[in-house]
């Protein structure tokens, strides 16, 4: 300080004692301790604050307002500043004397003696209780989803990694995750609207916090998706006995205005592991819940040794497929199908084949997880139609009739808006015709998140010539109105329904009516799966538009594929 502002000061203080002494006090919560921290001094404003008297407060230390919520860490830092003779700043949360907490913005200044040993301390304080209270409220809209109030996502990551670092303290299966999405909603959105769904996930959050412990977090990470991390909860109920709960309450009927809903969950968990991090633990319950909607839905899954083997499995795979992929390895076989009608093999199914440097030739269900890559997938689609390109060449130049191609498409494909744009693009390249090929869907492709981009690109494709082709039908849920809604042109009725057609005659009944059910929907019939004559000749007499299957030929190379003879012969 100057002396120019030092004499000021001395002026002002001589002249307006007692206006500075009531304006410190009207505005600072002022306390003077010794250097032990026994009080020595409190103002007026310190005690209306603290609704401490003064002869309660002089002679005990501020550890009379200790509220519990700083650590030990905290006072640490605090005294060993002071101490050295260095002011400290900080906000510091108390407990008054009726038990209600208040905040102060605290300075410390050490006071500090001739020879610089520092005497005592003088704190002088600011209450900021509504200040830190609405910041509280801002942190917590900050972590909270505003259509259920449980936590979002940012706090669902906060409470797992608090809950992991308890963990490391504890005895193992203290603690777990558990995350689940709902089976059924979308259909619920579809048919009943968004407000309905926004009533069921109302539903299930309330659910939820009447199942779990009060202190444990509860979040929805987005869509239909949830997580707990059952804390408390365990002490007192088994997680498998919790997952059981869970599962009745979800399946619990929701009334929404004048229709009741049902749903159910597909559910995984995991006991926290303090040496994983929060991306590897919920990694670990995401495993097991998609291990249970692979299995079925409805289902309650724990993360174990053999679903982690199996990712890492399923991450060798990805791996040499990307390489299978840059060095040529994948090449596309044919499955003819036949035209009832006609006696032609007038299709072929298009099914990849990988040349494995280690395990040899690979169908494609030994390599399933592939499809599930979508920058894999995009990777082969214009390479399946560049050999298809170059085989239709062949085939034209040895007199090969015409045939359509028929491919299975991906969910991750067929979920992306590009879809249907770079499909068309790598078609024109080569100079091939929509009208050349068929495009298989399942009924799952259609539901999920990605549920309307799939249908609305069906749609597209449709309307750009492609034939679209329902594959499967018969092997899980289907609802008809995809069907008469969608531009369906095909039916490719699931080969589990063929098995049991030669010693079964209800199965022989049931395969006879969905032959019928797709002829009466306008679209042209195809049975799969067909392996023996016995169950030809039995399909042949149902009359439907096409069959396909290893008594009509296995998958062959292109080179293998013009050595069929132009028609098949159907008499035995």
Known sequence: MSLQHDDRLRALTHQDADFWA????????????DRDGVITYVNDKFCKVSKYSAAELLGSTHRILNSGYHDAAFFQ???RTIQSGQPWRGNICNRAKDGTIYWVATTIIPKCGPTGEVEGYVASRFEITELMKTKERLSELAETDTLTALLNRGGFNTALSAALGLSSKEPPESRALVMFDLDGFKQINDIHGHHAGDIVLRVVASRLVELTDPDDPISRLGGDEFAIV?????????????????QAALERPIDIETVTVSISGSIGAVFLDARESVEDMQKNADMALYAAKRAGGKQEQMFTAALHHRAQVRSQILIEARSGVKNGQFEVYYQPILNCHTCQLDQIEALLRWHHPERGLLAAEDFADVFTDSTLTQAMVPSMIASFQRDVAL???TGQPPRQLAINMSRMDLGRAEYREELEQSLREFGLSPANFVLEVTEPMLQGRRAEQSMHNIRELGAAGFQIAMDNFGKGETMLRHL?????????????LVT??????????VLASLIGLGQVYGLEVTVEGVETRAQFDIVHAMKPDRVQGFFISPALSSQALLKLPSRFEIAA
């Open 484 to 496: 008469r809604d969608l531009p369906f042109t095909q039916l490719k009725i699931d080969q589990s």
């Open 22 to 33: 009531d304006l410190v006090d009207d505005v600072l919560i002022v306390a003077i301790t």
């Open 500 to 509: 049991g057609i030669v010693d079964n005659p209800g199965d022989r009944d």
């Open 230 to 246: 059952l804390n408390k909860t365990l002490r007192s109920v088994p997680l498998e006995k919790y997952m059981d709960r869970l």
């Open 77 to 79: 830092d605090m005294y």
């Open 395 to 397: 085939w034209n130049s």
